[in-house]
């Protein structure tokens, strides 16, 4: 018994604390359950969770001599027992797919529950086709566009959410059939059909952003760049809602566009949709966290998510346009440097040093100037900030230096000092 429980210690998962199915190692050596850490991964985290060392997720490589231990252990420590109707899984997924009407909504939740609480159950129901019959409910309800429906379209969601389909299980999904086009057309059709402020339909979107999250999370660039320009209008206006979800939506919709935006034309398309301008209105509407909070609140992590999205849009000229056409646009991602963290220093710097290309317009320079970001600038360069960071502020500088250097508005010691 001793042994049993010591190579059950050996096979929890640092994060779940649960026996391990897929185990995955990073390269700081330490072996988390895939799902687990993928979960942690899209939550928005960057580091290791054990050793606190930067992890991302093309970081992590399957174990498979762990894996074939997990097997040959499983039988002799939990006795194999034959699955039938009895199973709830099995039950559950036949009544979901038994028949062509709709079902009702207790075994939609139902079957979320029994996937929550068993990784057998949800890989039976992902292997039985479970997660293509909801998202096809969830499309054609969203169609109807019924206000009765719509506690069939969160149900749907939710349990397409309590699948947790990883990016292994995604991709098969996609090489076997084109269904993940599918998942991104009932989801662009449910949140067009959702009005903000109504309640249930206010939690169908949020679930629906979080399912996007997840899943351009595991996507790859052919699927991604296929996407519709209506999606990113669709995500982009649960941003500018976001009075009427939670902040966890608001989040999930930040990170979606961010996983989406890097590929093909994906940033024109949503700049297009007003993600840039929505961005900045975030980045007013949020009030600043206090420098010296512990750890990453929910505050602090939109606020860098949503530099993090002005950054990446930046990379394209209609992005570093649309920053600065808005009339408060170099001033909050000036008033932010320096008073969130570290990465939304960095993304900040990254928006300045974009926009104020060899490319950018005296106004522009002016207008640097005058709201405060060459200053800024110049504190970068005097605080404790990434080298890189410094770097790229005092590349800004110097292109513009022979500018600034006479406008009234910054300390031109400073600007010798550093230079």
């Known amino acids: 018994m001793e042994d049993m429980g010591s190579m059950r210690h050996h096979l929890m998962c640092p994060i779940s604390l649960q026996p391990m199915q897929d185990p995955v190692t990073a390269p700081t050596g330490i072996t988390y359950d895939r799902r687990a850490i993928e979960r942690w991964l899209a939550a928005g985290h960057a580091t290791c969770p054990v050793t606190g060392q930067p992890l991302a997720l093309a970081d992590l490589t399957p174990n498979h001599t762990l894996r074939r231990l997990i097997q040959s252990w499983r039988p002799r420590s939990t006795p194999n027992k034959p699955v039938d109707d009895a199973e709830p899984h099995v039950g559950v997924a036949k009544a979901l797919l038994s028949t062509s009407s709709r079902p009702p909504v207790g075994v939609l939740r139902e079957a979320a529950d029994v996937a929550s609480q068993s990784d057998v159950a949800r890989r039976n129901m992902v292997d039985a086709g479970v997660l293509q019959r909801v998202l096809r409910l969830a499309m054609s309800c969203a169609k109807a566009t019924s206000q009765e429906d719509l506690p069939i379209i969160e149900a749907c969601l939710d349990l397409a959410r309590a699948l947790a389909v990883s990016g292994d299980e995604l991709r098969q999904l996609h090489v076997a059939d084109n269904h993940l086009h599918d998942l ?42 296929r996407l519709r320009p209506e999606l990113f209008r669709a995500v982009t206006a649960v941003v500018r809602d976001r009075v009427f979800v939670s902040p966890g939506a608001t989040r999930s919709a930040l990170r ?37 909070a512990a750890g990453a609140s929910g505050g ?120």
């Open 300 to 419: 602090r992590r939109v606020t860098e998510l949503a530099m993090a999205l002005l950054a990446e849009l930046c990379a394209c000229a209609d992005g570093r346009a649309a920053v600065a056409v808005h009339p408060a646009g170099f001033a909050v991602v000036a008033r932010r440097l320096l008073r969130v963290s570290a990465a939304a220093d960095a993304c900040a710097v990254r928006v300045l040093a974009a926009v104020s290309g060899r490319a950018a317009s005296p106004e522009v320079l002016r207008e640097m100037a005058r709201v405060g970001a060459v200053g800024k600038l110049c504190c970068v360069l005097q605080a404790d900030c990434d080298g890189a960071v410094k770097e790229a502020a005092r590349a800004v500088l110097r292109l513009h230096s022979a500018v600034w250097s006479g406008s009234p508005c910054v300390n031109s010691y400073l600007l010798s000092r550093y230079l």
């Open 184 to 225: 991104f057309d009932a989801a662009t059709d449910v949140l067009a059909a959702l009005e903000p402020g109504s309640g249930t339909g206010d939690a169908a979107r949020a679930s629906t952003v979080r399912l996007l999250d997840a899943v351009t999370e595991s996507c790859g660039a052919p699927v991604l760049e």
């Open 256 to 292: 979606a566009l961010l996983h989406a935006c890097p590929v093909g034309r994906n940033r024109a398309l949503a700049v297009e949709a007003g993600a840039a301008h929505e961005a900045i209105e975030l980045l007013l509407d949020a009030p600043p966290p206090p420098p010296s």
